[in-house]
């Protein structure tokens, strides 16, 4: 099994900041791109931002020069340090990994965690 585990969501003020964090575990053998989308109700999931294995990042627009997400090989995280946030930023964050378990598995499979809110107030 595999399993995503988000941490660090929370209420900030306009202007603050906030770190996500996303461990993946289990049955791993090699992880590609991981990244963090966000939703809210009655909206479909969104990209925020996504790294590749090389640590080559991509950003929605509306996140670009605010956002930064990086990640840790050897730990299986990603993280997403989130500056000068506004209350648009309010949403559900949901870390996803494309995750081979064995060496023996035909390709990777999309793995997705239980999500994490963060509050903007204004």
């Known amino acids: 099994q595999v399993q995503l585990v988000e941490s660090g969501g929370g209420l900030v003020q306009a202007g603050g900041s906030l770190r996500l964090s996303c461990a993946a575990s289990?049955?791993?053998?090699?992880?590609?791109?991981m990244g963090w989308y966000r939703q809210t109700p009655g909206k479909q999931r969104e990209l925020v931002a996504t790294?590749?294995?090389?640590?080559?990042?991509n950003y929605a627009d509306s996140v670009k020069a605010r956002f930064t997400i990086s990640r840790d090989n050897a730990k299986n995280t990603v993280y997403l340090q989130m500056n000068s946030l506004k209350p648009e930023d309010t949403a559900v964050y949901y870390c996803?990994?494309?995750?081979?378990?064995?060496?023996?598995?035909?390709?990777?499979?999309?793995?997705w965690g239980q999500g994490t809110q963060v509050t903007v107030s204004s």
């Open positions: 790294i590749t294995s090389g640590g080559y990042p």
């Open positions: 289990g049955t791993i053998f090699s992880i590609n791109t």
């Open positions: 996803n990994a494309d995750i081979r378990r064995t060496y023996r598995d035909g390709g990777y499979r999309d793995y």
